[in-house]
């Protein structure tokens, strides 16, 4: 089945800007969604079909996706945004929800 | 607004059964297309289930393919997950979420199921 790989965890300084990433063989080809998860919370869509935003998100919250790598980019980075994100495709050979590993944000 | 509550949750014996319901409200149900996805303790999101407006169409994770039965009662707006042969792996927050092209916008707050004797 299709895996997607995200670092553990990533680290950034307020007013940074922060870059996580989802690798995937080939994932350039396929629609890349990110979901942002706070502590005891449910997961919340963050950014679809690579770097679409729902309504209600910042403009902050950014994607793209190319060749083996999508990124989800935080840009000015607040301490709100510290949670775990998880990159998301739809494996249409298999048929089935594929998440990467999840990756936590720390503000520092 | 889109609301979706979970419930049926519970601590069940190894090898024990659980059925786990998903009430929807706020947006027509018999339209959407709709998943399970769990989360173990301290874990990552694993996409479990899937099933179609009808109930025609149904995916499931290999994990849980021939144990757990997805399903759905347009008429009452809910979705459920009939699970059996329950392993201690099992135990997790189990979300519901409603399904738009191949990602998923909105989720309910989940239901915990621990499987343990």
């Known amino acids: 089945s299709y895996v997607l790989t995200q670092p553990p965890s990533v680290s950034v300084a307020p007013g940074q800007t922060a870059r996580i990433t989802c690798g995937g063989s080939?994932?350039?080809?396929?629609?890349v969604h990110w979901y942002q998860q706070k502590p005891g919370q449910a997961p919340v869509l963050v950014v679809y079909d690579d770097s679409d935003r729902p309504s209600g998100i910042p403009e902050r919250f950014s994607g793209s996706n190319s060749g083996n790598t999508a990124t989800l980019t935080i840009s000015r980075v607040e301490a709100g945004d510290e949670a775990d994100f998880y990159c998301q495709v739809w494996d249409s050979r298999s048929d089935q929800g594929v998440f990467g590993g999840g990756t936590k944000l720390t503000v520092l | 607004q889109v609301q979706l509550v979970e419930s049926g949750g519970g601590l069940v014996k190894p090898g024990g059964s659980l059925r786990l319901s998903c009430a929807a409200s706020g947006f027509t149900f018999s339209d959407s297309y709709m998943s399970w996805i769990r989360q173990a303790p301290g874990k990552g999101l694993e996409w479990i289930s899937y099933i179609s407006t009808r109930g025609i169409t149904i995916y499931y994770a290999d994990s849980v393919q021939g144990r757990f039965t997805i399903s759905r009662d347009n008429a009452k707006n809910s979705l459920y997950l009939d699970m059996n042969s329950l392993r201690a792996e099992d135990t997790a927050m189990y979300f519901c979420?409603?399904?738009?092209?191949?990602?998923?916008?909105?989720w309910g707050q989940g239901t915990l199921v621990t499987v343990s004797s």
């Open positions: 979420a409603r399904v738009l092209g191949d990602y998923f916008p909105d």
């Open positions: 080939n994932i350039g080809s396929e629609s």
